[in-house]
């Protein structure tokens, strides 16, 4: 059986608690063959450089990889982390799974399938982002 990591969504908070996220996590990694052994959260100060989940991949032992809850969590910062989704995927051999939009990312090959669509979530998330003071905030302090 595969371990995951579980990631929630700071983003989402309060309006979809952690509960609710690990619970969609963990559906999420039972879907790919797995299960979560670890959870974690960015802090308030972190969501936009996604340091603690850079700092969890460096220490991380025998994990097949993560599950966060949304995709969203990689356009919090000035651009969207692809680096860190390369690094996950081809570098570490890690899966990536995303439980709010049901995507897996198992190998490099479905990364370059998904790069359109990562994008598009990235744009989207930006152009409304005049509409939400949470992630406007964000990414005036970056």
């Not at 802090?43 to 025998?62: N, Y």
Request: charged content about 25%; glycine content about 6%.
């Amino acid at each position: 059986m595969k371990s995951f990591y579980s990631w929630v969504d700071f983003g989402f908070l309060p309006h979809i608690p952690q509960s609710l996220q690990h619970l969609a996590n963990r559906d999420m990694a039972e879907k790919a063959g797995g299960r979560i052994i670890f959870y974690g959260a960015e802090e308030p100060h972190t969501v936009a450089s996604q340091e603690l989940v850079r700092a969890k991949l460096e220490r991380t032992g025998p994990l097949e990889g993560f599950v966060f809850f949304s995709v969203f969590q990689f356009c919090y910062g000035p651009e969207f982390h692809f680096s860190l989704l390369k690094t996950m995927v081809e570098s570490r051999r890690m899966e990536v799974h995303f439980a709010r939009e049901g995507i897996s990312i198992r190998n490099p090959d479905q990364l370059r399938e998904q790069f359109d669509f990562l994008y598009s979530m990235d744009f989207t998330r930006r152009r409304e982002s005049a509409n939400d003071p949470f992630f406007r905030n964000l990414l005036a302090s970056v």
